[in-house]
């Protein structure tokens, strides 16, 4: 004859600890938004370090070159403040929309994405996070070229401070087209020419003295978000610079670059359970 304890009988000790269900394990807090973007800019930062000389050069260069080209062909002081304002918004474009198109579109291509996919970070954060990284190259090519341009055309250098606020409100703006294009284009061929043409876009719009435009392409050049920027810039030459405008200039820049990262974190949403 066998005894049970009576801790294990109906109404027992044990019986009642085992009808209790147990509680869930707590699971950690979420990442939020800005931890997760200072490390995914940490993290690109460093990897792009190693093209950092040649991405300077290439970018810097090209536009001191354009400066160059177009001393003999400008007539007027409005013309030169838009050559060097346009000159050095490219600096931002080159990097911002171009390469930042080719980059996402080799991470979708390559599968680089699932990495990213398996964090616990928000997709806001990596897009964003790519496009500072990237943008931080453009801001000592963008410097070099505003004073040169500025002591080529014989403009002053009092104004330089607004690139402050360009180079961030332009570059946000041209980053999320990068990236959505980069991240939207089922190859990354496509990716690649979507970001040459961007760029060949903000060149020719931004450089060139709208006066001398047609209509149509002024129009155009309206459509591009990097040439309120340039205009913000350009308006700063002046005696007494309408500062209004120039707000009004980079509040465009800074709505439109809302609604691209917007554009772009989706993208990459719906290109990450693919």
Do not use: K
């Amino acid at each position: 004859m066998s005894v049970v304890p009576a801790e294990v009988l109906p109404g027992g000790d044990l019986a009642v600890a085992e009808t209790v269900p147990r509680a869930a394990a707590e699971l950690g807090p979420r990442a939020r938004l800005w931890p997760s973007l200072v490390a995914v800019y940490r993290a690109q930062l460093s990897r792009a370090r190693v093209a950092r000389i040649p991405l300077l050069f290439v970018a810097t260069f090209q536009s001191v070159g354009i400066m160059v080209m177009m001393r003999g062909v400008v007539d007027t002081r409005a013309e030169a403040q838009s050559v060097v304002a346009g000159s050095s918004v490219v600096v931002v474009a080159y990097v911002a929309l171009n390469l930042l198109a080719q980059y996402f579109g080799q991470l979708r291509a390559s599968g680089g994405l699932d990495h990213y996919a398996t964090l616990p970070v928000p997709p806001a954060s990596v897009v964003l996070g790519a496009a500072a990284a990237y943008a931080s190259f453009t801001v000592p090519g963008t410097l070099v070229t505003a004073v040169f341009g500025c002591v080529l055309f014989g403009l002053p250098l009092g104004n330089l401070w607004i690139l402050a606020a360009v180079i961030p409100l332009a570059g946000a703006a041209l980053s999320g087209l990068g990236a959505a294009c980069g991240l939207l284009a089922p190859r990354p061929e496509l990716a690649t020419l979507l970001g040459q043409l961007g760029m060949s876009a903000a060149l020719l719009l931004g450089v060139l003295p709208p006066d001398r435009m047609p209509g149509i392409i002024q129009f155009a050049r309206d459509l591009l978000p990097s040439t309120y920027g340039v205009e913000a810039y350009a308006r700063t030459f002046g005696a007494q610079p309408d500062w209004a405008v120039v707000l009004a200039d980079l509040g465009v820049c800074a709505g439109v670059g809302v609604v691209s990262l917007a554009v772009a974190a989706w993208a990459y949403r719906r290109a990450a359970v693919r």
